[in-house]
């Protein structure tokens, strides 16, 4: 080869938080502001890829629950590549890119390719959603544990979330939508109240956002009637109850 080869570089993971881009950190907004290459997910927000300069490339690597577009090792191994090849890679993440968020493999996937890694942290959809909805995660009369579990279909029956939830406790389902039947009758089998409180919260801290109250006997039936869609999350404690007057008072105004 003629050319020298070109300088190894570096792949950011960056969290791009829950939609709003007011909620990116600063540093992931620099990133995205100056980027040349863009991989990103399905959930990031196109307000967010819009802050990529003109002439940046964009690679989606959208997943969905039954349609993989790309699989997660050809993900780690375009990310690879395009290092390997001197370029930087702003890999966009929804939420956080080390919540549910495989971020640990494709850094695992650089770090064994020796391509440099850097981690930015973004707004998780738990901390993105109980914002928006002014449900706490924590409270000192209802909760001092707060928990984060996938709900999606593989393996939830093997899954042992006993404790998790509960009085005294917060559980937050991430990607539950399509099993909340099954998932409100684990938690009552494990012992769970059935009136225990619960919120969906769907596309938080988007304009379309969705929170809809509950109680858990009721979750099936309340994502059914309601076509609750992905992404929403479910929140499951006392602390669920909470900030229903605001949003009583929000919706009356809106409708007066
Ligand atoms: N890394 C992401 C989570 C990816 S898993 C994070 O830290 O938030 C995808 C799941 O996240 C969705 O199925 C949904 O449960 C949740 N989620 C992501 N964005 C959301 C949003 N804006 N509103 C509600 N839930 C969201």
Known sequence: ???????VGTVHLVGAGPGDPDLLTLRAARLVMNARLVVHDGLVDPAILA???RGARFVSVAKQRARHTMKQDEINALLVREALAGNDVVRLKGGDPFVFGRGGEEAEACHAAGVPVQVVPGISAAMGAAAAAQIPLTHRENASIVSFVAGQCKGLSEQNWAGLAGVGRTLVIYMGVATAEQIAEKLIADGLS??????VIENAARPEMRVLRGQLAGLGPLVANEKVKSPALIVIGEVAARGDSMELKSIAEATA
């Open 1 to 7: 080869m003629s050319k020298a080869a070109p300088s």
């Open 51 to 53: 802050m990529a300069p």
């Open 194 to 199: 059935p009136t225990m409180p619960l919120a």
